[in-house]
């Protein structure tokens, strides 16, 4: 007998992807790598962590940092983060937060949440890869979320066949791999949509506080409640991270919903984790509290100066037929190849040939097309390194 006769349908649905063996190359001296979207470790606030896991560890908090504790969250950081929410145009109250072991893990509880196995999720074509990963296992179709309007409610829910069109997914700031922002109209333009549908909307501000130029445009989450006055009428459903901004290791992220939402979230945490690490939460309240403000424009600066890099680099090297997208914030510039170009054949013969690492973006792709694309990550190679890298893939593209 096989073990994996015994796992149940949706094992199936989780695969390995090839690309992973590839960039274990990524370890090999000399390699420089655009393939991960991580933050610079120089850039977390240490000291500032260092100084806050003291004072949970001291004699005053100890008891607390160490014990069991609610599955809604660290309450003065759920407090602050009913600030920070406010300041960027969401006003909602403490039973509004979720704190959740990072926001992938909102994806999962929501996935697990709407998703009944056929259930529609619209998502971008392309998309996170890591939310494509946590709604596959509820067994769902995906269909292509359209901005814009060219699709209506009509069409979307003609395909989604018996199932339901549960909720629309979507990262509006500085998306991964994209690096694109929708703009205002998009944004309004999806709330009429959810709205005709009558399905939720999962708004992704993994990156919202990254963005180095251009006009702030508001959560879609503040537009919905601009439309119907109070979050309970809302069917916005905000994933925020602590992890690009200050550190991901302590896996610390947010939800903002309506209560029955949050309750229901609730639940699914005391059946998955119980809770978040208590000290992590504490640690991130204080950071938070202590540098948000400052560390933050700081954060911007040094990813601003690296995408300007990446953005010159891929004018100056880039032969006729690319094409790039150029992202007012965030991590990632999308490049587009020529037709017929492969993205993981190009990365097969770039490790080889120039000791350079990106990812395909063929797996940003729930059909599996896309191809032709590629993702390059500026946050974690200092401006040297990218001017180098891109001047090396350059290289390979010419052949
Ligand atoms: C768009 C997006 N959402 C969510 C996440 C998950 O982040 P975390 O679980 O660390 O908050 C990531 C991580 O790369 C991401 O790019």
Redesign the pocket.
């Known amino acids: 007998m096989s073990m994996h006769e015994l796992f149940a349908t949706r094992a199936s649905r989780m695969k390995a992807s090839e690309i992973r063996e590839l960039l274990k190359l990524l370890d090999q001296p000399g390699i420089i790598s655009f393939a991960g979207?991580i933050p610079d470790p120089e850039l977390f606030p240490a000291d500032g962590f260092s100084e806050a896991f003291q004072a949970a560890l001291g004699p005053e908090q100890q008891a607390q940092a160490l014990q069991y504790s609610v599955s809604e969250g660290y309450v003065p950081l759920r407090e602050w983060l009913v600030g920070h929410m406010r300041e960027i145009g969401v006003e909602c109250g403490l039973d509004n937060i979720l704190i959740t072991s990072?926001?992938?893990?909102a994806?999962d509880y929501l996935g697990k949440l709407y998703l009944s196995p056929g259930d529609t999720a619209l998502v971008g074509w392309p998309t996170?890869l890591?939310?494509l990963s946590a709604f596959n296992a509820y067994e769902p179709r995906f269909d292509r979320l359209s901005i814009n309007g060219n699709r209506g409610a009509a069409e979307y829910k003609a395909a989604a066949g018996a199932g339901a069109v549960k909720f629309a997914y979507l990262?509006p700031d500085f998306?991964?791999p994209t690096g694109e922002t929708v703009d205002l109209r998009g944004r309004e333009a999806l709330l009429d949509l959810a709205d005709d549908l009558n399905c939720a909307l999962i708004e992704?501000g993994?990156?919202q506080a990254l963005r180095y130029d251009g006009d702030a445009i508001p959560p879609i989450l503040a537009l919905e409640l601009a439309r119907k006055g109070s979050i309970e009428d809302c069917r916005t459903i905000y994933?925020g991270?602590?992890?690009?901004t200050l550190s991901?290791g302590l896996?610390v992220?947010w939800v903002v919903a309506p209560k029955p939402v949050i309750s229901q979230l609730v639940l699914m945490k005391q059946a998955a984790d119980l809770h978040s690490a208590t000290i992590n939460q504490m640690a991130i309240d204080q950071v938070a509290r202590a540098c948000f403000d400052t560390h933050i424009p700081m954060v911007r600066r040094a990813y601003s100066a690296r995408r300007d890099a990446m953005l010159q680099a891929l004018q100056e090297h880039m032969p006729e037929g690319v094409q790039w997208t150029k992202p007012e914030g965030g991590m990632f510039i999308w490049v587009t190849l020529p037709v017929g170009m492969d993205g993981a054949d190009l990365l097969a013969s770039a490790l080889e040939t120039v000791k350079i690492a990106f990812v395909p973006g063929k797996a940003f792709f729930p059909d599996g097309t896309g191809a032709n694309t590629i993702r390059l990550s500026f946050s974690n190679s200092d401006e040297d390194a990218i001017r180098e890298g891109v001047r090396r893939l350059g290289e390979v593209l010419r052949g």
């Not at 990072?102 to 893990?105: A, L």
């Open positions: 979207g990072g926001s992938q893990q994806l996170y890591g939310a990262s998306a991964n992704d993994a990156y994933c991270s602590f992890s690009k991901p896996r992220g």
